[in-house]
Structure formats: structure tokens, C-alpha cells
């Protein structure tokens, strides 16, 4: 097969030694290439296939545990606010996350926070708080800020003792 | 086949015959449905598609709602539904379902449409505005400084949070192609850059058209494939990115190297065009060493050489050594990694949290690879268009840097080959990038 554009008579093209010319068709033996080369774009568009629709249900897992993250907190606290800090782990090494938010109305961040740290499957929509921590006004969730742990924070590397 | 048998075929395809133009016109129908309800919806503005703006679409308030995740996957996937549809249907009836005019006129409106509404789905064209800005406004090299050095500017509040420090990566010729605009004022330089992107898109659809009749392939599936496409009207006309001016050259030079009958002068031209284009944005190089290579004349080397020479002085004298410096833009931008990129999927694929900095080496080794074979057929006859369209979609599937405008360049090229495999691979990963968007439709975080 080829659609090479015709080269133009004369100029460089013209003086080159013959197997330096352009060439109106392309040389023989570009059927076995094609092949090699479609089976290869077979295999990369597969793998590319594979990854995506990977990457969109791992996202959706991770948007369904956020779902289920935040009407959790939202349950036990018993407050109903929209801007809470999710700290997920995505990439399915465990099935923790820590959600923290206001005790009491304010911005985000602005009042003392209350964390929870929740695992295990969904159930009902909802997931459990095995413990958590409160952190002071304007913090990031960093383990030095961290007091009042309570539940299985407690005994673990979570908080400072 | 009997007679019979022949006959009832026949009638069912004069049936589908005379539904097929119907069935396009409630496609085209659809598109159109689909891109008002994301420009309506956008217009109402406090969407997270919607970047922060300049209100340049408030006059549109008040039909639509709110753009939420949800409509806008909905439409995204009505038009990409149509789009298929559209084509499925233009190639495999006898009759044309769409006529010349037709075509034209649905794509206009698509254009229209998009033009009239907000900037959706991206903060680059206020980078365009705040670098213009800098050097026009304020004497600061874009080359050099970030638009953070203009943050008492009215257009920096607009500006991207990750690109405020980050100086330009375009090319002088698209610097100093927006520098007229920098007097206009926020909004008058939006309202300029839409109408340049605009202008852009008609040219470049016009060139594809031309290059077409000159392949003796169907223009109006031609300018379909490129002026309907989801990718194209909605984010990259949407968010007037400057791709489409380097579409523009890129579409300049391929139909001057068709344009018949051939000559050196053509042939130089069309070189020089390419590097104008690469001065807009670096990637329209790619095919460079395609067409000088299937050409095997002076006359492209002389024109690139000399089109270099002229940008090389027009940049230097207008921002120094580092208006030149395009290299160091594209390693800086090659280490950028957005989560929509083929490379991060396959990290996650493999249990990664991304792209590691082997995997960048392993990316660009796989992207030498491919295009030395790529030369190698096209030194044997293969099509320097074909090959020069596979470099760009290689070049951006192996980005880790890859956003939606991006998978448009392989696009135009792709139309003008009989190498059906390239129009194919570059659907295929237009439809995977969009695969990757739907999440929020389906797990919805509220």
C-alpha cells in the first residue's frame, strides 16, 4: 500500500543514486510491516483499554467510600456540613480514611475540628469510625496537632502519646 | 442470492436510503442540543467547569441552570453519540446525507454556539491574556516571569492556581501574536482571543477541506470528522486554546505540499510554515523531518532553515535568549503529570500512585522508538502525512502531561490518509479519554 505524494521531477531528489530517491510507491514487503504494526497497535490499544476502564472503576470505588465517608461523619457528628477534608487512600493499600470537620459552624478550618478515622466496607450507605482526634483551629491534619484521640487511635501511630 | 432475496435487500435499502437524511438532520439535532445546553448552562456561571471569568456571557443568564458534573457528562456523551452517529451515516449510505451546504452550516452553528458562550473547562486563555499583558502593560519578559509578577494585574485573579508562577511555554510567534490584545482589556482580549481561536478553527477546516478535494478523499466527511468533534468544539473551541492557530499552520503547510502543481517555492513554504507554527506551539515540528525526509529536496530544508533564522531573530530581539529556548519549555512541561494521561492509568494499572521518574525515560524512549520506525516508512514511500499524524498521537499518548485538545492534532492529518488505522486509533483514543471522564456519573459525591 502507499499514499506517498509523487516527488517532484529534478532537484536533489533527481541526482540521488536510485535507492536514495523518493519514491512514488512505497517498497515491497510493507504487507508483513503492516501486519507486525497493526498487531502491535492491537495489543497497545488493549492495554490502553484495560487502563482506563481500571482507572474509571477505581475512581468510582473511591468516590463511593467518599459518599459513604461523608455521611458517616456527617451521622455521628450530627452536623450537616458540606466542606469537610477527606484524606483518602486511593490506591487500595487499606480501606482507611479520615475525615475531619468543624465541631461548630464557621469556614473550613476555622473552628476546632473533629476527625474521624473510618474503615471497612460500606453498609447502608455508611461506613465505621473505628476513632479519631481533634485538631486545633487553622491546622493541617498533621500527627503533631492531634489530640483527644479516642477509640483504636489511641494504641496506634496516629497520634502523639 | 435469489431474486427475491435481492429485491426485499434493495427495498430495505432504498427504506434506509430515504430515512438516512432524517436521521442526520435529528443527529446534527442533537449536537447542537447538547453544545447550547453546556454554553446555557455555562453561562449561569459558579460551575466547576466553568473557569473564574470576566462576565463575557451574561447575557445568556437566565435559560439555563447551573452546569453540574452530571448535565455535562450527559451532554458530552449525547454529542459524542451523535457525532458517530453523524459519521456512521455519512459514510456507509449511497446518498450523501449531508449536503455541502448543510455540513457547513451545522458546523457554523456548532461554532456559533460555543463562541457566544463562556470559556469552559480551562484557565489557559487568561495565561494567554496575563502573558500578553506582562510584556504590553507592564515591560516584563513572559520568557522570564510568571504571571505572579503581575498580580495586581485585573486578568491575574483569572489565572490557573498552578500556572501563576510558571513563565510561558508558547512560542514567540503566538506571544507576539497576542500582544495586540493586551490593550484591550480583560474582557475585550477574551472576547479577541475567542475570535481568534474562531478564525483559527474556520481556516484550519477550510485547509482540511482543501487537502481533501486535492487527495480526491470527500471533503464534507472531511471537515465532519474534525469540525463536529466533540473534543474540538467543546474543549478546545470552548476554551479558545491556542492549538488551533497551530492547526492552522499545520493544516497551511500540508496543503501547500498538495497544492498541484508542485514546486520548490511550495515545498520551502510549506516548511516555513511548519516552523511558524512550531513558534506558536513546539509540537507542529513533528512533522518536519516527515516531510523533508519523504521530499528528499533542498527546497524544505532551505525554507525551514530560513524560517528558523527569521524567528530565531524576531524572538531574540523581542525577549531574549529565552524566547528561543524552546527545549527548555518542553522538558519542563514534559515532567507535568495530569490524571487523565494514558501513563498515569497504567501506573495505577500496575498498582503505582503514578508516574514515576523512570517512566518518563521509558516514555520518551518508546516515543524515539516509534518515530524512527515512522522515518524508516516513510524513507521506504509510506505517506509523510500518515506518519507525521502517528507521531502527534503518539506524542500524545505518551505525554503524561495530556489534556483533550492535545488528542485533536493527529485529527486533521488523520482524515487526509487512506491509512484508515490512524483515523481509527485516534477515535479510539478519543473515546477512551472520554470514558475516563464519567466517573462523577457514575458515583456521584455530593
Known sequence: MSTGSPPLDGGLGGRLPAWLRPRELELGGSGRTRLIESTLLALVGLLLAIATVNDVVLQTHVNHRLVADLRTWRSYTGHDYKNLSVEQDLYGHTTRDVVCGNVTPGAPKERVQICLAITGPVAHGRRAAHGGWYLPPKVEDLRRYRYGCYGSTKDGRLCPQ | ?446
Open chain 2, 1 to 446: 442470492m435469489s431474486v427475491a432475496a435481492q429485491s426485499v435487500r434493495g427495498q430495505a435499502g432504498v427504506r434506509s436510503e430515504r430515512w438516512a437524511p432524517a436521521l442526520a438532520g435529528l443527529l446534527a439535532l442533537l449536537l447542537l442540543a447538547a453544545t447550547a445546553e453546556i454554553v446555557l448552562d455555562g453561562a449561569v456561571g459558579h460551575s466547576p467547569l466553568v473557569p473564574k471569568s470576566p462576565e463575557i456571557a451574561g447575557w445568556l443568564q437566565g435559560v439555563g441552570e447551573r452546569l453540574g458534573f452530571r448535565v455535562f457528562l450527559i451532554a458530552v456523551l449525547v454529542f459524542t453519540a451523535a457525532y458517530a452517529g453523524l459519521l456512521a451515516l455519512a459514510r456507509r449510505t449511497e446518498t450523501r446525507v449531508l449536503s455541502k451546504r448543510s455540513a457547513i452550516v451545522l458546523i457554523g452553528a456548532l461554532h456559533l454556539v460555543v463562541f457566544a458562550g463562556p470559556i469552559l473547562l480551562s484557565t489557559d486563555v487568561f495565561s494567554y491574556i496575563a502573558y500578553a499583558r506582562m510584556g504590553v502593560e507592564h515591560g516584563l519578559n513572559p520568557y522570564l516571569n510568571g504571571p505572579s509578577s503581575i498580580a495586581g494585574d485585573p486578568v491575574y485573579t483569572y489565572v490557573g492556581h498552578d500556572w501563576r508562577h510558571v513563565a510561558t511555554a508558547y512560542g514567540p510567534f503566538y506571544t507576539l501574536l497576542s500582544y495586540p490584545l493586551a490593550p484591550l482589556g480583560v474582557t475585550g482580549a477574551v472576547w479577541a482571543m475567542k475570535l481568534e481561536a474562531l478564525l483559527a478553527s474556520a481556516g484550519t477546516l477550510a485547509l482540511t477541506w482543501r487537502c481533501a478535494r486535492a487527495r480526491q478523499l470527500d471533503p464534507v466527511w472531511a471537515i465532519l470528522v474534525v469540525g463536529a468533534n466533540p473534543l474540538y468544539v467543546i474543549y478546545a473551541l470552548g476554551g479558545a486554546h491556542n492549538d488551533l492557530v497551530m492547526l492552522l499552520a499545520m493544516m497551511g503547510a500540508v496543503s501547500l505540499t498538495l497544492a498541484r502543481p508542485s514546486s520548490r517555492g511550495r515545498e520551502g513554504a510549506a516548511a516555513a510554515v511548519i516552523v511558524a507554527g512550531a513558534l506558536v506551539k513546539a509540537t507542529v515540528a513533528a512533522l518536519l523531518p516527515f516531510m523533508i525526509v519523504s521530499r528528499r529536496r533542498l527546497a524544505p530544508i532551505v525554507g525551514a532553515l530560513a524560517a528558523l533564522g527569521v524567528g530565531a531573530v524576531i524572538g531574540y530581539a523581542a525577549f531574549g535568549v529565552h524566547g528561543i529556548d524552546v527545549v527548555a519549555a518542553l522538558n519542563r512541561d514534559a515532567a507535568f503529570v495530569s490524571t487523565d494521561s494514558f501513563a498515569n492509568e497504567i501506573a495505577h494499572l500496575f498498582g503505582k500512585p503514578g508516574v514515576f521518574p523512570i517512566d518518563h525515560d521509558l516514555l520518551k524512549a518508546g516515543l524515539v522508538v516509534i518515530v524512527l520506525h515512522l522515518l524508516w516508512r516513510t524513507w521506504r514511500g509510506y505517506d509523510w502525512i500518515a506518519a507525521s499524524g502517528w507521531t502527534l498521537l503518539a506524542i500524545s499518548v505518551t505525554s503524561t502531561w495530556l489534556l483533550a485538545w492535545y488528542i485533536l492534532w493527529p485529527l486533521p492529518l488523520a482524515v487526509l490518509t487512506r491509512d484508515r488505522r490512524l483515523l481509527v486509533a485516534t477515535f479510539a483514543i478519543q473515546g477512551l479519554f472520554i470514558l475516563h471522564q464519567i466517573t462523577p456519573l457514575l458515583a456521584p459525591v455530593s
